[in-house]
């Protein structure tokens, strides 16, 4: 059984000491900044200049990336396995699967899966986690590529944002959608449904109740909590990120909860002052 090499885009929000722990290979999306192109900037610095007021952009792997990407581990004898971003929210996965095709008539004999995680941010990051945890336990590509098609779709996101002006700019919202809210306080409940794409499900008034409903939503769907660690990623507001924490400890046994700046590629959609939870549950 040949070994196989784990990428992942830098969507799924993973922690250097985690790549490094678990030799994971991360394909970095760009962050565009005025004149500027980053494929790896300081989260602390990225913040800063949104607050500062900059509209940054991202730009989508290509094949050539892909290509790139691969093709090292390729030569070297590995197979690959490939957990990539949503392809709702990004043309990052299609890019990949044309790479791997290409280098797939080049290399014969080595085997290259790639997925579609219909995730992003720690979503992505607890199916590589976990991938990642089942190839260091000896099980084969196929069984780890099997076991992250079959449960994908249990991986849970509920976000909520506290400035409706950046999903307006993203279009997400619309301009009048967006002035009323801000008059009224109403705070949008979203997430990611079972296609991967960013949907509103609900909206409630005030943040703290925004941030009650996050809590309450991880009490009701969650399974097995005490096996799981549940993520609350957050646009530079830790604070009320922290605040949730507490109150899902408070409802639920679960193992741990993780508070993380959510990731400057997502975050430049997304803007300061978003507050997830992702975690596992039964469904979406």
């Known amino acids: 059984m040949a070994e196989f090499k784990i990428f992942c885009n830098n969507t799924a ?34 913040y800063q200049k949104l607050r500062e007021g900059a509209l940054p952009t991202t730009s989508a792997a290509n094949i050539g ?16 396995l490939c957990l990539a971003f949503s392809s709702a929210l990004s043309t990052t996965y299609n890019a990949i699967c044309m790479a791997a095709e290409e280098l797939g ?18 979503g992505e990051g607890i199916l590589v986690l976990k991938a990642a945890e089942m190839r ?9 590529r099997d076991w992250v098609e079959a449960n994908k779709r249990n991986v849970v996101h509920w976000f909520s944002v506290d400035d409706l002006n950046h999903l307006k700019r993203g279009g997400r919202i619309s301009a009048a959608t967006a002035a009323v809210g801000g008059m009224l306080n109403i705070k949008p409940i979203l997430h990611v ?20 409903y996050l809590a309450e939503k991880v009490e009701k769907t969650i399974v097995n909590p005490e096996e799981q660690v549940v993520y609350i990623p957050h646009g530079d507001c830790a604070e009320e990120a922290n605040w949730l924490r ?10 741990d909860v993780v508070v993380q700046h959510l990731g400057p590629v997502i975050a430049a959609h997304t803007g300061v002052g978003l507050v997830a939870v992702i975690y596992m549950g039964a469904e979406r």
């Open 193 to 212: 449904d079972n296609d991967g794409r960013l949907v509103k499900a609900d909206k409630v008034r005030g943040r703290t109740k925004s941030l009650s």
């Open 136 to 144: 260091r336990a000896g099980k084969s590509i196929e069984e780890v």
């Open 246 to 255: 507490d109150q899902i400890l408070n409802k639920v046994n679960v193992k």
């Open 105 to 122: 008539g080049k290399y014969p004999d080595r085997k290259i899966y790639v997925i579609d995680t219909v995730a992003a941010s720690s």
């Open 65 to 80: 990336e892909g290509i790139e990407a691969f093709e090292p581990a390729l030569q070297a004898g590995y197979d690959i």
């Open 13 to 46: 929000d993973i922690s250097e000491e985690k790549v490094k722990e678990f030799d994971l290979n991360v394909m970095n999306l760009v962050i565009n900044i005025g004149d500027e192109s980053y494929r790896r900037i300081p989260t602390d610095a990225f």
